[in-house]
T-cell receptor, first 111, second 112 residues
């Protein structure tokens, strides 16, 4: 079973910041938070991951609370191409670990 | 950039046929995975492999087998296709020493 809870859907206006929340209250000390997204009819795409510090890359920012029980993925200037299902996953750090996908959040960016 | 290539984008097969889904990755990744995705059920892990000739069952292995004879190739086999195996099949690979999976574009299989 997925260890995360996400809202099933969200809307955001184009050009605004999209903030996607994720609860992971049972996260273990060695588990990272990963975010993937899946654009319609494509395979999931890795976005970002973090352990306890906030992280930023060219795609997004990840804010993890101090107690690590929740996190927020931020798309700073959402475009129509960011419309996708976003998955928040917790997992140990090794690349060999199986990823367990939940239902994710369907983010719709509106013009 | 790593690429994961799945041999077919769309496939239609008849009930009872033996079906091979092929996946090839070009970045020397140790680990490869097969998922299926169905509406309302999300992505579910079928089989995975950490090395050549090694395989591990995922959450829903029944009705499937896999083969990994070369590091870059991971095949999913439906021994006798059934209509309940109609689904989107996604292959992924990852390095043991780096973070992140890379997925292929998927094969939409229809069994009639």
């Amino acid at each position: 079973d997925a260890k995360t809870t996400q809202p099933p859907s969200m809307d955001c206006a184009e050009g605004r910041a999209a903030n996607l929340p994720c609860n992971h209250s049972t996260i273990s000390g060695n588990e990272y938070v990963y975010w993937y997204r899946q654009i319609h009819s494509q395979g999931p795409q890795y976005i970002i991951h973090g352990l306890k510090n906030n992280e930023t890359n060219e795609m997004a920012s990840l804010i993890i609370t101090e107690d690590r029980k929740s996190s927020t993925l931020i798309l700073p200037h959402a475009t129509l191409r960011d419309t996708a299902v976003y998955y928040c996953i917790v997992s140990p750090p090794q690349g060999a670990q199986k990823l367990v996908f939940g239902q994710g959040t369907r983010l719709t960016i509106n013009p | 950039d790593v690429k994961v290539t799945q041999s077919s984008r769309y496939l239609v097969k008849r009930t009872g046929e033996k079906v091979f889904l092929e996946c090839v990755q070009d970045m020397d990744h140790e680990n490869m995975f097969w998922y299926r995705q169905d509406p309302g059920l999300g992505l579910r892990l079928i089989y995975f492999s950490y090395d050549v000739k090694m395989k591990e069952k995922g959450d829903i292995p029944e009705g499937y087998s896999v083969s990994r004879e070369k590091k870059e190739r991971f095949s999913l086999i439906l021994e006798s296709a059934s209509t309940n195996q109609t689904s989107m099949y996604l292959c992924a690979s990852s390095s043991t020493y780096r973070t992140g999976y890379t997925f292929g574009s998927g094969t939409r299989l229809t069994v009639v």
